[in-house]
């Protein structure tokens, strides 16, 4: 089941963020960054017998209010390569441009290959630049972009 977390549901909100911190450790979002993503960002998550088993999160870009951007995609691991992501993404850009979004941003670690088949070849983020030092020294980020 495909859902938009739209109030504070504390069972999945804490699945979530174990979910995140398996994969991503100290760079997951936690309580004080997610809840704030769910009130005023947009987290979408599929669920499978009432368990988490992926999430996308976005903000809107204060700049320009066509503009999101791709916090945070996982998917539980013991799912990975079952199209999940691809969906959850594609889902999710659906209802982001009916909400008037209009080009997504991402960013992604070069070596990071699965994630850059789902974004690049499977959903057809165009290369856009590389940052530098991005998340710190050493940390150099792909910028991704589409059109929705
Ligand atoms: C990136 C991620 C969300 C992808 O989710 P997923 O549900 O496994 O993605 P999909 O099944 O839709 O697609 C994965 C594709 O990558 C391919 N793939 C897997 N490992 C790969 C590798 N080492 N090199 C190249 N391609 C790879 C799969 O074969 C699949 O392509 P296919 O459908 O053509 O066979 C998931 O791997 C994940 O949660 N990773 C950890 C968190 C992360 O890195 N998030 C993104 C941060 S920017």
Known sequence: ??????DHQPKIISQLIALETSV??????N????VPLIRHGRVFCRLEAETVVAAASFLR???NHRHAYLVSLVVAPGHHNRGLGTELLEASLLQLAGEGVS??????????LPARKVYQQKLKFAADSIRADEYGPGQHRLILKKQL
């Open 1 to 6: 089941m495909f859902i938009l977390l739209e």
């Open 24 to 29: 991503f450790g100290d760079a997951a979002l």
């Open 31 to 34: 309580y004080w960054s997610l």
């Open 61 to 63: 870009d204060w700049k």
């Open 103 to 112: 080009t997504v941003e991402l960013t992604v670690a070069l070596d990071n």
